[in-house]
Each structure stands twice: as structure tokens, then as C-alpha cells.
């Protein structure tokens, strides 16, 4: 780790030593929750903003209306998981990453939202390897690939701003006109495994893994209309037009909570300024694997 970090500065990008103000977004710093071995080193814990503030968590639910989750850094038992080869074959090695550093063992991450296991994996890779994130991107403009530095410390957190239906329900409705009301969901962990699974098992059989939309929707939709019978539904995606599609797609992504994983590029081939997503590669858990 090149660089120390001071604390609570790590996504807000602020002053570490200015407290934020009451309900701001950031890291709260070391809650004092330190775990001592019998060499006297100190394994940090902090405490780090959850994106959906808790709200679509349920009331019995450890993270339930919760701003922010402890967690604990990397140890060389984490590093473990990152290799293990029966893990990367299930797919399942952030979830049992997460798990071995949320502080709270009732968590579950297979039950939270994307975007708050991407806040989470994120804080566990500054607190362990330090911010900066070297990594290959395609320029959009030109093809070429080139190395791109990416600081995680200022990537911008997106906190839920829309009220979920009810509360401690994972529920939105977007109102697309007078004609059409939509009912969605945000992915969680098991979603995500669930379909990158399934598109796994297409490709083994030469399938190409389209339908990407359809797919997400057909996860993602609750109900159309007041109406949330599955096969109703997903004949309504196939059909639905692509004006409402969409309008349901800028709902969805302009209201998910989360990381902002778009980065800003200067490709060395073609000198274009673009916006990427910034991938995350097997180095951002290694960052010295590739240099
Ligand atoms: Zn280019």
C-alpha cells in the first residue's frame, strides 16, 4: 500500500478532519470497534455509508433504515478467498469476500442490493490496497485498449433518493405515463449470481448471451398495471414498446443506489475524452498482479 489514508475521506473526497454534517454522506472514521491479536496489531473497522440507506431492507432486517455498515479490513484470510479456485468456479468469491468483513455476521450479502455490495467490495479495496486503480479499458471511440488510472476514493456515491413504495420494501414504481404504471425491483447479490449463471450455461451451449434487457426486466418487474402475474408480464416485455422500455430503463438507472462506476477516459490512441464504465478487473483486488 503506497499511500496512507486518513479515515473518512475515502469516498467523499472531503476535508478528513471536518466532521461531515449530520446525515451527509462519508465514512465516519474508526468506530473505536478494534479487534487486537496477541501481536498488537490493530485490524481496523469502519464504518461505511450503504447507498440504499437501509430503506429497502425489511424491519427485521440487520441493515433496516441503517445509514452506514461496519466493516472489517482484508487479512491475509481474505486473500484466501480471493484465490480459491472452487469460489471464482461458483462465482461466489465477493459474496463470501463481503461476508468475512461485514462486522454484523446476520447479514447476508446475498440479499443486498448490487449497488451496496459495490460500496461495500469498493471501501474493503481502499481500506486494503489503498485507492488507486490501474486497469485496461476500451476506448469506445477508436477500440484500442490502454491503461487507465482510476482513484476510488472519489467516486461519487449515489444514495437512494426515491422513497421505495413501502417502507423496508426493495419496491419503486415508476408512473411511465397515464397509461402505464411499472413496478420494479433492484437486483440483489443472488440476482446477479442467478443470471450470470444463466448466461454461463447459454454460452456452454453456443448460445449467445443476448436478451440482456429482456432478461433484466423479467428479474426486475414486479408489476404492470396493478398486475404481477410472471408469465403476464414477461409477454408484456416482449412486446412492450420501446418508447416505454426506455423510459423504464432512465427510472431504473437514474434512481439506483450505488456507486458511480462511470470514469472519464483520455484514449493515447485517438485523443477522444470518453465515458466509461470502469471495469473491475482481477486487479482491483491485485493491484500489483499486472504492473
Ligand atoms: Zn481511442
Known sequence: MSKKRSGNDVFTGGNPGTPPPPGAAGWQGPTGNVLKDEFGLEIPVESIPIPSRGLVYPPDHPLHMCETVD??????????ILTSRALIKKGTVITELLRSCLCDK???????????RNAIMTALRITGYGSEYSVEVQCPACDERSRQDFNLSTLPIKRLTCEPVANGANVFEAK???KLTIRYRYLTGTDETMISQMNERKKKQGMEASQLITTRYSYQIVSVNGIDDKTKISMFVQKMPSKYSLALRRHMDDNEPGIEMQQQMVCPHCFEVSEVPMPLGASFFWPDSKR
Open 176 to 178: 411511465l405515463d397515464d
Open 71 to 80: 466493516i472489517r479490513a482484508m487479512t491475509a484470510h481474505e486473500e484466501d
Open 106 to 116: 446476520r447479514i447476508d450479502p446475498n440479499q443486498l442490493l448490487i449497488g451496496d
